[in-house]
């Protein structure tokens, strides 16, 4: 899965990298090194203008966990935080916006933990590791969004309607294997037409596209368990963990693939 994650670029950056023609001030998200659950999030997504029907590329704040039109809580959003590339395409809660919902995250890197076990000197505990491009390049997360009207907000009230995301994994390969099983998939920058473009919904062509992030050129290193508190957040969550390496990583040791 992908729980946790690290966004920092600002939205001026963002709208540069990804050719948004369209962003608002408001909501200014801060940059984020511990960008949990329920967070108001960046999403890159093509949506047609209201007057002139033009198809945009906007920069939004979305909430991160899906809640399905049908859904009767927007707590249900806290269960579909990711979803799974094997099923994505036939599940009933992503099923529509994979075929005219999808967006971009950008990403930093993420994070995955390894169980720690107890020893004389001390307690079990989850060790975090910070994976991402070994070029430094963002990570456009494959996403899904959706709408959501909360019923008990009266008509023609814009606190009714929510936008909210999902962050699509795969089985985890590379040196992300070594520490968690999935991991969150990612669009290549050749693909990102391709994939906002909300026209384009055949599911087979477009599970095409969701390929090995990075191209399988991912580095992994262990950092502060600070990261481990949702409160927690600083550039210093990035810091190295003393006395920890990959190596002492769970699993096969697998080379870059």
Not at 157 to 167: G, L
Request: hydrophobic share 40%; with cysteine; aromatic share 8%.
């Amino acid at each position: 899965m992908c729980g946790r994650y690290v966004s920092t670029r600002s939205p001026q950056d963002l709208a540069g990298l990804f050719s948004v023609t369209r962003w608002d001030p408001e909501p200014l998200l801060a940059p984020s090194w511990n960008v949990a659950p329920t967070d108001d999030v960046w999403a890159v997504l093509e949506r047609a203008d209201r007057e002139s029907g033009a198809i945009e590329r906007q920069l939004r704040a979305l909430r991160w966990g899906l809640v399905p039109s049908w859904a009767k809580s927007l707590s249900t959003g806290a269960k579909m935080i990711n979803a799974r590339v094997e099923t994505v395409h036939e599940k009933p809660a992503f099923r529509r916006a994979f075929a005219k919902h999808r967006c971009l995250l950008p990403a930093d890197g993420f994070y995955e933990w390894e169980a720690v076990p107890a020893t004389p000197a001390g307690k079990a505990y989850k060790q975090p590791y910070f994976i991402s491009p070994a070029d430094g390049q963002v990570m456009a997360l494959a996403g899904l969004y959706e709408f959501w009207r909360d019923p008990a907000v009266g008509d023609g009230d814009p606190a009714a309607w929510w936008t909210t995301c999902s962050i699509i994994t795969t089985e985890a390969t590379d040196t992300a294997g070594r520490i968690h099983p999935r991991m969150p998939l990612a669009i290549a920058s050749a693909d990102y037409d391709t994939w906002l473009d909300p026209a384009h919904q055949d599911p087979e062509e477009l599970r095409a596209l969701l390929t090995t992030p990075a191209g399988g050129d991912l580095g992994a290193r262990p950092v502060s368990t600070a990261v481990n508190d949702v409160r927690n957040n600083g550039p210093h969550l990035l810091d190295d963990a003393p006395g920890h390496s990959l190596d002492d990583a769970p699993g096969p040791k697998h080379h870059r693939s």
